[in-house]
Every structure is written in structure tokens, then in C-alpha cells.
T-cell receptor, first 113, second 115 residues
Framework: QQQVKQSPQSLIVQKGGISIINCAYE??????FPWYQQFPGKGPALLIA?????SEKKEGRFTISFNKSAKQFSLHIMDSQPGDSATYFC????????????FGQGTELSVKP | GAVVSQHPSRVICKSGTSVKIECRSLDFQATTMFWYRQFPKKSLMLMATSNEGSKATYEQGVEKDKFLINHASLTLSTLTVTSAHPEDSSFYICSARDRVNEKLFFGSGTQLSVL
């Protein structure tokens, strides 16, 4: 019930294309859904996050789509660039956890020039 | 932006020795810090939650006597891997929660290699 399932495991996209990564969860108590970007040998960096009271949030080229009834959320990277090549993690948390995050399995994104 | 400094970034040690990793919030106070472990091409696994001035809360399966966590101040938490063995080799990452705005920031990680 505490798991967050992420897919695909790896993704190859052409420069300028749209990268889409999906996550699903079971625990309906989750109320915070962030996405993190991680480069090799570095810690994760917060990209964008959403709470379940909205269905979509956009920040620059990054958009989160949230489907509360399906218990799914996804990250869309528009106009993907080679510099976006990294590993992306979705995560989920509960406000009462004080910041404790449950991470998805990660998606290794490669954007080809 | 807020910075979490993690030190050292890389450490190699002999089997049986202990290694201390520091996690500092540089421009904010953190009542809560988290320690994660990450294997190559794998996700982050939460090891423990540390709260300033109190004992850490360990996740199931994490040996508290092996991974000693101390959170003695609002800006510093340390993870000590005691009597390290090759199977402890991993990437360790801390995160700190800003006590004012509750935002979470990650350190840059420590690659531990035990020979």
C-alpha cells in the first residue's frame, strides 16, 4: 500500500519530443506528489510537485497531470533536450509524515540529439 | 536557493572501519532530516528519519546499531556506518526539511566504497 509504481524503467526520446513518465499509487492518504531529477553521482533535485486538489500543474516545459480517481500521475517534458537526460523519480508523501517520501523505481531518460 | 551540504562526497575505507557522513543545512534550520540509501540504477530507499534532539526513527530492516544517526543541532545530522563491510558500499543521500516553509532539500550524496 505504501508503494509508488513508476514506468517505464527507461525511455529514449528524440530532441524536441515529449517525454512521458507515469506513476501509480494505492494509498489514498497520499497528498503530495513531487517529481525529482537526478544526475549521476548527485542527489535528487525537485522539479515540480502537485497536490491532489488540482488535476494539472505546469512549470515551464514540465507538466504534472494528476488523475485522483485512477490514482495515477504523470510527468510530461515538452520539447525534450539532451540536457534533460537524467533519471526521474516520482514520489508520494503524506502531510503528517513530516516530509517522509516514498519514491518510485525511477526512469532513466535519454534524449537523443 | 536552500543548500544542503553533504560531506564527504566520496569515501573509500577498509572493511571493519567506521565512516561518518555529515549533512548540513547551510541557510535554513531543519528540525527533520532523512537518510536514504541508493544502489546503482535503483531508487532511493529511506533508512531513517532524524529529528533534532531526539532519537532517529529507523525503517524496517535497517540496523540501528550499524547505522548510527545523530541530529544534535538544527543544521547538522550525521550518519555513522559502523564496522563497515563491502555490502555497505552504496550511495547515501540526506535530505533536510526547512522548519519554516516545510520544503525538502537533498544533499549531493556520498559514495561509500568498502574494500
Amino acid at each position: 500500500q505504501q508503494q509508488v509504481k513508476q514506468s517505464p524503467q527507461s525511455l529514449i526520446v528524440q530532441k524536441g519530443g515529449i517525454s512521458i513518465i507515469n506513476c501509480a499509487y494505492e494509498n489514498t492518504a497520499f497528498d503530495y506528489f513531487p517529481w525529482y531529477q537526478q544526475f549521476p553521482g548527485k542527489g535528487p533535485a525537485l522539479l515540480i510537485a502537485i497536490r491532489p486538489d488540482v488535476s494539472e500543474k505546469k512549470e515551464g516545459r514540465f507538466t504534472i497531470s494528476f488523475n485522483k480517481s485512477a490514482k495515477q500521475f504523470s510527468l510530461h517534458i515538452m520539447d525534450s533536450q539532451p540536457g534533460d537526460s537524467a533519471t526521474y523519480f516520482c514520489a508520494a508523501s503524506i502531510r503528517g509524515w513530516g516530509g517522509k517520501l516514498i519514491f518510485g523505481q525511477g526512469t532513466e531518460l535519454s534524449v537523443k540529439p | 536557493g536552500a543548500v544542503v551540504s553533504q560531506h564527504p562526497s566520496r569515501v573509500i575505507c577498509k572493511s571493519g572501519t567506521s565512516v561518518k557522513i555529515e549533512c548540513r543545512s547551510l541557510d535554513f534550520q531543519a528540525t527533520t532530516m532523512f537518510w536514504y540509501r541508493q544502489f546503482p540504477k535503483k531508487s532511493l530507499m529511506l533508512m531513517a528519519t532524524s529529528n533534532e534532539g531526539s532519537k532517529a526513527t529507523y525503517e524496517q530492516g535497517v540496523e540501528k546499531d550499524k547505522f548510527l544517526i545523530n541530529h544534535a543541532s538544527l543544521t547538522l545530522s550525521t550518519l555513522t556506518v559502523t564496522s563497515a563491510h563491502p555490502e555497505d558500499s552504496s550511495f547515501y543521500i540526506c535530505s533536510a526539511r526547512d522548519r519554516v516553509n516545510e520544503k525538502l532539500f537533498f544533499g549531493s550524496g556520498t559514495q561509500l566504497s568498502v574494500l
